[in-house]
């Protein structure tokens, strides 16, 4: 079975602190992603990379940025936490193309900023 | 740009009841669409898809959804809701752009079962 597995279940910082979300997958999987949840909002896209060191943004990366420095590790990173940053982030990994291939969510990090 | 529609945000069903969860999108071409479960604690599964082929697709844990191009529409289905399908359900649309291929999800719908 796939498994991809989120640093943190839960987390609180302070508003102005830098946080780092760390996702890991045990598939050799090129694709992951980074999404926040909202109630009423559903699922956005935050970042993602489809390779060792590459990234894209997705629909909403103002305020993160992420890094993929080896092919299992993809980490979200707040450089500087604002309390409308509070939210459910959920991490990602595909094979390939998302549309053909399965995505493989992890549980989630709910990140609160106080 | 492409959107979904989930237009019931909580349903409530029988345990033993049939289920049907309503989704639109908005795309102009051929879409590819997918439905994500998400039980409480944990991470979403997806319940099936369809790109291409019969329009009634099948899924994990007896669910089906059908792809109705007139009405674009992708609505899931089950004919008999158990207790453990309490959570939250996800369609999403997704599509090419300049090379990536990308997704859009719904706002959810979250399934009560009542005994």
């Known amino acids: 079975d796939v498994k991809v597995t989120q640093s943190s279940r839960y987390l609180v910082k302070r508003t102005g602190e830098k946080v780092f979300l760390e996702c890991v997958q045990d598939m050799d999987h090129e694709n992951m992603f980074w999404y926040r949840q909202d109630p009423g909002l559903g699922l956005r896209l935050i970042y993602f990379?489809?390779?060792?060191?590459?990234?894209e943004k997705g629909d909403i990366p103002e305020g993160y940025s992420v890094s993929r420095e080896k092919k299992e590790r993809f980490s979200l990173i707040l450089e500087s936490a604002s309390t409308n940053q509070t939210s459910m982030y959920l991490c990602?990994?595909?094979?390939?193309?998302?549309?053909?291939?399965?995505?493989?969510f992890g549980p989630g990090t709910r990140l609160t900023v106080l | 740009a492409q959107s979904v529609t989930q237009p019931d945000i909580h349903i409530t069903v029988s345990e033993g009841a049939s289920l049907e969860l309503r989704c639109n999108y908005s795309?102009?071409?051929?879409?590819?669409l997918f439905w994500y479960v998400q039980s409480p604690g944990q991470g979403l599964q997806l319940l099936l898809k369809y790109f291409s082929g019969d329009t009634l697709v099948q899924g994990i844990k007896g669910f089906e959804a059908e792809f109705k191009r007139s009405q674009s529409s992708f609505n899931l289905r089950k004919p008999s809701v158990h207790w453990s399908d309490a959570a939250e359900y996800f369609c999403a649309v997704g599509w090419r752009d300049t090379g990536f291929q990308k997704l859009v999800f719904g706002t959810g719908t979250r399934l009560l079962v009542s005994p």
């Open positions: 990379s489809y390779d060792v060191k590459m990234k």
């Open positions: 795309y102009g071409a051929t879409p590819y």
């Open positions: 990602a990994s595909s094979l390939s193309g998302i549309l053909v291939d399965t995505q493989y």
